[in-house]
């Protein structure tokens, strides 16, 4: 097989944890039997972020212009782009691009791959985008989950499980070493002997940053050396801010708002708290354990098949802010319990969780879909 032609297409404008696993298999793709090429939408002519870090790799993209995110031209534009280019596999990546990739495939001979990741319900707006890619993702030809959880929850859509691959969220902690380390207590001006929590992700409901709030506010008052920086943006900010003076521990809880160097203030941590409520694998618990970062997450999602509970790391219920707070603490107090968890974190990204295990999986979809 050879000079198989695919298009991965992604609405967004960042270089995060999605855009970083597409970056990366596309990379791995250069020295595989397939073409692949990057693409995104651009509005008023501004290119996607995520789009010049992949080009300026050397790896091909695209992008299509539209005059908004709704624009009906899109679809058209897509189409006459994969029949031109006799483009094989269309790989979407989002709800959006979910029900473009869905009416630009019909009555070509693409094949259409759906990459899902999860569902949340942010607000109404979000949940009816989220309800409607539950009912478009049905008809394409293959789809790849993020985790098991996130196959078991496609499953209960009737979708066939022959239908659906699990590929998991993947890193390269070798990749890491050049990332240069971002000296939070000197940036934040906290003490010297500061204990740091990060979290990092969206503002939003299902991130549980309400959830980490009350958590922070059970951690200080047993111990004022800990202190909680919550990095990321989102419609949730405000409410968190609030809850933070209503507690009284603006001193020890920050939100510095969106960090572009997330990685290198993870790599500063003493400690990745994850308090979402629904996820799909976050990328961020990944890179923590790359970087050998202790972590306590919530057991959602495709969480605990990455972490083991207290062998990786430590697993909580989604909205126990007690357990959460008993855990943090246990982990400050017990440096055995940290030793422990660095080196089985690491050693699990090593062994499970490669790009080329999760390249391998997406190519035989890729070869699976070209026979037929």
């Avoid at 270089?15 to 990057?38: C, I, N």
């Avoid at 204990?195 to 111990?223: H, Y």
């Avoid at 080196?343 to 490669?354: E, K, R, W």
Wanted: with cysteine; aromatic share 8%.
């Amino acid at each position: 097989m050879s000079n198989v032609n695919i298009v991965h297409l992604r609405a967004s404008n960042f270089y995060g944890g999605p855009e970083r696993q597409l970056h990366m298999h596309a990379r791995l793709a250069k020295s595989s039997e397939f073409e692949v090429t990057v693409s995104s939408f651009t509005e008023d002519g501004d290119m996607p972020e995520f789009i010049k870090v992949i080009a300026d790799d050397g790896i091909p993209t695209h992008t299509f212009a539209v005059r908004n995110a709704y624009d009906p031209k899109a679809i058209r534009t897509l189409k006459n782009y994969l029949m031109k280019n006799d483009i094989q596999i269309l790989c979407t990546h989002d709800y959006r691009t979910q029900v473009i990739g869905l009416m630009s495939t019909l009555g070509t001979k693409t094949k259409w791959i759906a990459f899902s990741r999860g569902w949340t319900s942010e607000n109404l707006k979000i949940k009816l985008y989220h309800a409607l890619d539950k009912i478009v993702i049905r008809f394409a030809d293959h789809i790849v989950a993020v985790s098991d959880e996130q196959k078991r929850k496609l499953t209960r859509l009737l979708i066939p499980g022959r239908k659906i691959t699990v590929a998991h969220n993947a890193i390269d902690p070798e990749s890491f070493g050049d990332i240069e380390k971002v000296d939070l207590r000197a940036k934040f001006n906290l003490p010297g002997d500061s204990i740091i929590c990060l979290a990092g992700g969206r503002f939003s409901p299902e991130k549980g940053q309400t959830s980490l709030v009350e958590t922070a506010a059970r951690v200080l008052k047993k111990n004022k050396l800990i202190h909680f920086i919550m990095f990321g943006d989102g419609p949730d900010m405000a409410k968190v801010k609030q809850m933070i003076g209503n507690f009284g521990i603006d001193e020890n809880v920050i939100c510095p708002g969106f960090e572009k160097n997330l990685l290198g203030c993870l790599k500063d941590a003493d400690i990745l708290v994850n308090p979402s409520l629904s996820e799909g694998l976050p990328n961020i618990v990944l890179e923590a354990m790359a970087f050998k970062v202790p972590v306590v997450a919530t057991a959602v999602g495709g969480v605990p098949e990455l972490i083991t509970n207290d062998v990786d790391g430590f697993l909580v219920p989604p909205g126990d802010t007690n357990s959460f707070a008993e855990k943090i603490l246990a982990l400050t107090e017990n440096g055995q319990i940290r030793d422990k968890f660095r080196d089985h974190g690491y050693q699990t990204i090593i062994n499970s969780f490669s790009f080329l295990g999760q390249a391998n999986k997406i190519y035989n979809v890729y070869r699976g879909l070209m026979d037929g």
